[in-house]
């Protein structure tokens, strides 16, 4: 079976062409949008009729079963990653949109931590840097 059959599985999804189709086109094009998405499954011909419903129902199951990890950059479309579970955080530049990843800032998961949160156990942080890319900055 291969590498997303296997990870489907392992979350308790069905193992269809449309997920491992969908898992593909996120590892090739990381911080790619749902419509990047349906242009890419559409070129590859890999999978049949995927609706627009269809393939945000699959983005769907895939982000609740962690497999996808959203990015939401203030002013952009949702954005899709594979679920690494590094707990890295993002870079996005103001001039061109692209995003870039950035480690974790300190040691381990979450690796920043928040006041006090009665009633939460903190186990990831998600934070987003602006600024601008070498390329915008030098066109500026």
């Known amino acids: 079976m291969d590498e997303f059959g296997t990870r489907l599985r392992d979350k308790g999804l069905r193992n269809t062409p449309q997920r491992r189709a969908v898992l593909a086109a996120v590892a090739r094009t ?9 242009t890419v499954l559409d070129a590859d011909g890999a999978v ?3 609706s627009r419903q269809g393939l945000y129902n699959v983005l769907d199951d895939l982000v609740g079963a ?8 203030a002013g952009s479309p949702a954005r899709f990653e ?12 103001r001039g061109c949109g692209r995003i870039q990843d950035v480690p974790c800032a300190v040691g381990a998961a979450p690796c920043l ?14 934070v987003t840097w602006w600024g601008m890319c070498a390329e915008c900055e ?3």
């Not at 962690?66 to 950059?73: H, Y």
């Open 48 to 50: 049949g009729a995927l």
């Open 138 to 140: 030098a066109e500026a």
């Open 30 to 38: 990381p911080h790619v949008t749902a419509a990047e998405i349906a």
């Open 113 to 126: 931590e928040p006041g006090p949160v009665p009633g939460f156990r903190v186990d990831q942080a998600e």
């Open 82 to 93: 594979l679920e690494t579970h590094d707990n890295h955080h993002h870079l996005v530049c």
């Open 66 to 73: 962690r497999l996808l990890r959203p990015l939401e950059p």
